[in-house]
């Protein structure tokens, strides 16, 4: 009997190699090639006679597009305003944050209006009805199995169901490759069964995916680009709230956020995240800072800790907690080249409290401001907010949707706003506004003057 051929598969981006070797010339990981069978799933076939596409302008009108609200407003939110029917949603998260419990209360809320199918191949049925019960929820109708087998998972779905949760796609496997299930190819090939069907019969799909260590979606990077929807599910376990990101999305716009917080009840909704963020701030402390950011279309105020201490270290330390490392970096050296503030030697520790992450530059004025807080030994106001991106030069550049960032910090109070110098007159009675054109001229508001015969806190 003839050999089947192989070929050697990366586990990382599912690039493809004729033989072995330690690293992979398309994503340079290592040790990450397994040898897999080449079996031709999708045969070519030829047609006796070609058939004429139809083109169409781009000023037809489409209907709008019909959405099922599953009832969980955050949830709703990061979808673009519920579920699209025929699309396929991808949920990603670390092991234990709360992605099946997420997915298992969504299910019992779309149950009560349409067919809904939880399908898990990662625990037995009996684990699930624990975890109902215990969100109590257990009365749902939804409809529950367990198997890892696509075709198994594609027939029953003929039956009507219209929402279709598979937790998780890892787990799943198609007869035609001889992979072993979680393998890139298999991984591949069980989504592309799962998309084919819901384009082809209108059923909404929702798949969970394991990240890896790096953070990303386990297995083919191709994956995210065949769905329509990609959802992170962010948090730190030492806190409670948890937050859904959406990185992409064909129905809605991305960077959207959710913010859930975990109870013993299950997730429960945050209506107001600035609130949520900001009730255990204290008062006249150096270092800390109130940052009004915007995620996706919600103005998000949030907290941001900074400490700088003396180092007996020959390198001092950075470390960053929910900030971009390398962009401290670049707020340190403008703050020692422009305004003449010298701390290459102490250690400097930076916190975005809550357990949110920041990506976008607009932060870079409010950790300035805690970092001159920390410098000059002196609180700032507990009424003012921050926002502006800097540049190489100090220069503090303008940021996008500046009227909804001080709309949210006047609707929580506070009364003071250290805003980019505008480039048109711009006013918001319910605050005062404070335009900066340099970072030189907060370190003055601040009177943060180079002290290098003074250690932190006023101590020789």
């Given amino acids: 009997m003839a050999k089947s051929p192989t070929h050697y598969v990366c586990q990382a981006c599912g690039s493809c190699f004729p033989k072995w070797s330690g690293k992979c010339e398309g994503c340079h990981s290592w040790n990450s090639l397994v040898e897999e069978a080449t079996v031709d799933s999708f045969k070519k076939k030829t047609t006796a006679k070609a058939q004429k596409i139809e083109f169409s302008s781009l000023e037809g009108i489409s209907p709008p597009l019909p959405r099922l609200l599953t009832g969980i407003e955050e949830f709703d939110r990061v979808c673009g305003g519920g579920l699209v029917p025929g699309s396929v949603l991808l949920v990603g998260g670390d092991?234990?944050?709360?992605?099946?419990?997420?997915?298992?209360?969504?299910?019992?809320?779309?149950?009560?209006?349409?067919?809904?199918a939880y399908i898990s191949g990662e625990e037995a049925a009996d684990q699930v009805r624990l975890r109902a019960k215990r969100l109590h929820i257990a009365?749902?109708?939804?409809?529950?199995?367990?198997?890892?087998?696509?075709?198994?998972?594609?027939?029953?779905?003929?039956?009507?169901?219209?929402?279709?949760?598979?937790?998780?796609?890892?787990?799943?496997?198609?007869?035609?490759?001889?992979?072993?299930?979680?393998?890139?190819?298999?991984?591949?090939?069980?989504?592309?069964?799962?998309?084919?069907?819901?384009?082809?019969?209108?059923?909404?799909?929702l798949i969970v995916g394991h990240v890896t260590k790096e953070g990303v979606i386990a297995g083919p990077r191709v994956l995210e680009h065949m769905v329509d929807t990609v959802l992170y599910f962010e948090g730190e376990r030492g806190h409670h709230f948890r937050i859904l990101r959406s990185v992409k999305n064909r129905f809605g716009p991305t960077d959207e956020i959710g913010v859930f917080e975990m109870t013993d009840k299950g997730l429960q909704e945050v209506s107001n995240p600035s609130a949520l963020f900001l009730p255990h701030r204290t008062e006249d402390v150096t270092g800390s800072c109130v940052f009004a950011g915007i995620e996706g279309t919600r103005p998000l105020l949030v907290e941001i800790q900074s400490l700088i201490a003396p180092s007996s270290l020959a390198t001092p330390r950075r470390?960053?907690?929910?900030?971009?490392s390398g962009r401290l970096s670049m707020i340190l050296a403008v703050l020692e080249a422009r305004c003449g503030l010298l701390c290459g030697n102490r250690d400097v520790f930076l916190n975005v409290a809550g357990g949110l992450r920041i990506s976008e530059p607009a932060a870079d004025l409010a950790v300035a401001a805690a970092l001159l807080?920390?410098?000059?030994?002196?609180?700032?106001?507990?009424?003012?907010?921050?926002f502006g991106e800097i540049g190489l030069s100090g220069e503090i550049r303008p940021?996008?949707?500046?009227?909804?960032?001080?709309?949210?910090?006047?609707?929580?109070?506070?009364?003071?706003?250290?805003?980019?110098?505008p480039t048109k007159p711009f006013s918001m009675p319910e605050l005062t506004l404070i335009p900066l054109a340099h970072v030189a001229e907060l370190a003055n508001y601040l009177d943060a003057k180079p002290k290098p015969q003074r250690a932190y806190g006023g101590q020789a």
């Fill in 399 to 421: 940021v996008s949707q500046q009227e909804a960032r001080l709309k949210e910090a006047s609707k929580l109070g506070f009364k003071t706003a250290f805003i980019p110098k």
């Fill in 95 to 116: 092991p234990g944050i709360g992605k099946s419990t997420l997915l298992l209360q969504v299910a019992a809320v779309i149950s009560e209006k349409t067919s809904c």
């Fill in 319 to 324: 470390a960053v907690v929910g900030w971009d």
């Fill in 373 to 386: 807080s920390c410098i000059a030994n002196t609180p700032l106001p507990k009424d003012a907010v921050f």
């Fill in 139 to 205: 009365s749902s109708p939804v409809n529950l199995a367990t198997t890892t087998h696509i075709g198994d998972i594609l027939k029953s779905l003929h039956q009507g169901a219209q929402v279709a949760i598979i937790d998780s796609i890892q787990t799943m496997y198609v007869d035609a490759l001889d992979a072993a299930p979680g393998s890139v190819s298999q991984v591949r090939a069980s989504a592309h069964e799962l998309i084919r069907f819901a384009k082809k019969y209108g059923v909404t799909i």
